[in-house]
Nanobody, 124 residues
Framework: QVQLVESGGGLVQAGGSLRLSCAAS????????MGWFRQAPGKEREFVAG????????SYADSVKGRFTISRDGAKNTLYLQMNSLKPEDSAVYYC?????????????????WGQGTQVTVSS
């Protein structure tokens, strides 16, 4: 089992920044893919960014490229999402997720482990 705990959400004005953290514990592995997803009210959960922890290879949704950066601290077993130039449409609950396989990075159904989510609200 893998436990994931997100933190760092909050209320920010448009154009501002936030950094989300995801602390992983349990049977974590450097071979896992870890990702950030978000879900706004009435919408499906969507992929934001992902990283293959073994190699550091990353992937981003087109909507956040150039604004968001996914990173890791291996010593702390923590995944981060730095969010800059935030827009009101970025408002959502953000979830951290992990999976042991390399396929389907952007597909929520492919992930085995999920955190409880953290709310991000961007005011205009």
């Amino acid at each position: 089992q893998v436990q994931l705990v997100e933190s760092g959400g909050g209320l920010v004005q448009a154009g501002g920044s936030l950094r989300l953290s995801c602390a992983a514990s349990g049977r974590t592995s450097s071979s896992y893919v870890m990702g950030w997803f978000r879900q706004a009210p009435g919408k499906e959960r969507e992929f934001v960014a992902g990283m293959w922890m073994f190699s550091g290879i990353t992937s981003y949704a087109d909507s956040v490229k150039g604004r968001f950066t996914i990173s890791r601290d291996g010593a702390k077993n923590t995944l981060y999402l730095q969010m800059n130039s935030l827009k009101p449409e970025d408002s959502a609950v953000y979830y951290c997720a992990a999976k042991p396989t390399l396929t389907g990075w952007n597909m929520p159904g492919e992930y085995d482990y999920w955190g409880q989510g953290t709310q991000v609200t961007v005011s205009s």
